[in-house]
């Protein structure tokens, strides 16, 4: 049959047939990650007001070196140069930077709010050449399974903070146990957390995703059924995740510099 | 009944223009039916390409307001009348003329691809036997209607048109449901990291928006496919489990 060899001509960047405000989504996206980056990086370095009475910032933790008693190995090291900027949390904060970083979901919605790869769905885009994670350098993306091995333990970590927010010491020096509003902003955070790094795609993969007869496996079937129930809203708790990690530090540092009241419930 | 005006691509082979149809409408209609109203009242020679009315053949796939759509399954009370509504072809495939484009590559594509091929049967008189539970997953994927939407909207073929190097959205769920079929053995998973281009989906999931038979395409199909390719080829943990192990084949194939 006689056709033309090609369709009609690709759009140019940002053109579009499309009526709503097709914007909007990339746009808000772009900036709540932008938010992200610039606030963790800031936290991060700052190096001081991440505790609070038993509390950890989850930026934190676990806290290798530093001077905090929730410290594993005492303080900062002798062997660190010291023109490098110290913080507990640069030593730790690339292993779930990592994991989000290589996530399914996050790599999805960067590629289109930061590199407009597409812009949004049917949009037009700012270049013709496309090499996706087919090549180098985003064939790296594959590690993100190691990633969540760590992830994995981190959310050890943190169920163990979490704990630990349950036990405040008085000024005589007795530890009783207790529920401060921190104790549930650390709780939730570890709950969300914990719903985005079980649900993760690759978890799912490995833990049944991988067999093609499952049926008669019940303990592979009932963790992939779970896994699954939790990767249906991987977008979901991975935003909200996002934004509670966030929230969890904040309180914790406004706490610690006397603007925010820890109040205690129990 | 009241009027709403329909701004149709009219041309052949690439080349065309726009043209404005205003017609009645009234409760009820669809995309299609004004499109047939317009055909039958002010424009015969305008072609269309339908055959269901049901969303189930999967040919009246278009442009509506700018998203891949079935024209069949658009209700006019979901679109804003008071404003033309776009109806194009779709974009990732040679155009023939006006609605009409030609999916042939896909049809080839299909070809390309390691059919079904199911273990030694079960049972003495030639039958399987099978798990509901384990047929379940793939079933998701043979809901496929082949419009050709997912393919229409992915960037890949749309705005890059690696048509030769990437197999598209539709095909990895084929892929996906002969994959992880519970008697398939064959193993495509070298085949989906080289031929089939798997690795050129970016998971910026526009396929999975525009399906209409609401196949979860990214997170049930592509992704666990990207997954053993990892598994094959980016995982040195797993490599080494294979070489003492012995063999290549995943645990996933059937015997
Ligand atoms: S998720 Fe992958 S296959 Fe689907 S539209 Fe996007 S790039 Fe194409
Ligand atoms: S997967 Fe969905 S969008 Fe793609 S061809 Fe099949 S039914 Fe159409
Ligand atoms: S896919 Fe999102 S955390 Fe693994
Ligand atoms: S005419 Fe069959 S799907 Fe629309």
Redesign the pocket.
């Known amino acids: 049959m006689a056709y033309a060899p090609l369709p009609i001509a690709p759009r140019r960047f940002g053109e579009t047939m499309r009526t709503d405000a097709w914007w909007i989504q990339p746009a808000v996206i772009f900036l709540l990650f932008s938010a992200f980056i610039v606030y963790s990086t800031w936290a991060a370095l700052q190096g001081n007001h991440y505790t609070y009475g038993p509390y950890l910032s989850p930026f934190y933790s676990p806290e290798l070196f530093g001077d905090s008693p929730h410290a594993w190995f005492g303080a900062k090291p002798g062997w660190w140069p010291s023109w490098l900027l110290f913080s507990p949390a640069i030593l730790i904060l690339w292993a779930p930077g990592g994991f989000r970083f290589t996530c399914y979901y996050y790599r999805g919605a960067y590629y289109k709010s930061f590199w407009a790869d597409p812009p949004n769905c049917a949009v037009g885009e700012p270049r013709s050449s496309y090499l996706g994670e087919r090549y180098f350098p985003l064939i790296f993306q594959n590690i993100h399974r190691f990633f969540l091995y760590l992830a994995l333990v981190f959310l050890v970590f943190l169920a163990h903070d979490v704990w630990q927010a349950l036990w405040f010491t008085d000024a005589a020096g007795h530890r009783s146990f207790g529920i401060g509003v921190g104790t549930l902003v650390l709780a939730a955070n570890t709950t969300l957390l914990g719903g985005y790094t079980l649900g993760c795609h690759s978890l799912r993969h490995m833990v049944g995703g991988i067999l093609d007869r499952i049926a008669e496996r019940p303990v592979r079937r009932a963790m992939y059924d779970c896994s699954s129930c939790l990767n249906r809203n991987h977008m979901q708790w991975a935003r909200l995740s996002l934004v509670m990690v966030m929230f969890a530090d904040l309180y914790i540092r406004l706490c610690s510099m006397g603007i925010w009241t820890d109040w205690r419930l129990l | 009944m009241s009027t709403a005006t329909f701004r149709i691509w009219r041309g052949e082979r690439g080349d065309g223009r726009f043209e404005d149809y205003p017609t009645t409408v009234s409760e009820g209609m669809v995309v299609?039916d004004a499109v047939h109203q317009i055909q039958s009242d002010q424009a015969n020679d305008l072609a269309c390409r339908?055959?269901?009315?049901?969303?189930?053949?999967?040919?009246?796939s278009a442009e509506i307001n700018g998203k891949p759509r079935?024209?069949?399954?658009t209700r006019l009370n979901e679109l804003d009348l008071e404003r033309p509504v776009t109806i194009e072809p779709m974009r990732a495939f040679p155009h023939v003329r006006d609605l009409v484009t030609d999916v042939s590559w896909n049809f080839r594509v299909k070809q390309k691809i390691q059919k079904f091929t199911p273990t030694a049967p079960h049972a003495a008189d030639g039958t399987w036997r099978m798990q509901q539970r384990d047929i379940d997953r793939v079933q998701e994927f043979r809901k496929c209607?082949e419009?050709f939407l997912c393919q229409d909207v992915c960037h890949v073929l749309r705005d890059h048109q690696l048509h030769d190097e990437f197999v598209g959205p539709r095909f990895l769920v084929h892929i996906a449901a002969l994959e992880m079929h519970p008697l398939d053995t064959a193993d495509r998973t070298a085949e989906l990291r080289e031929a089939h281009g798997v690795g050129y989906c970016n998971i910026t999931k526009c396929c999975t928006t525009v399906c209409p038979e609401s196949i979860a395409i990214t997170d049930n199909a592509i992704i666990p496919l990207k997954e053993r390719v990892v598994d094959r080829y980016y995982d040195p943990l797993k490599a080494l489990v294979r070489l003492v192990r012995g063999g290549t084949k995943g645990e996933s194939r059937a015997t």
């Open positions: 299609l339908w055959n269901c009315k049901a969303g189930k053949c999967g040919s009246c079935l024209m069949c399954m209607i419009c």
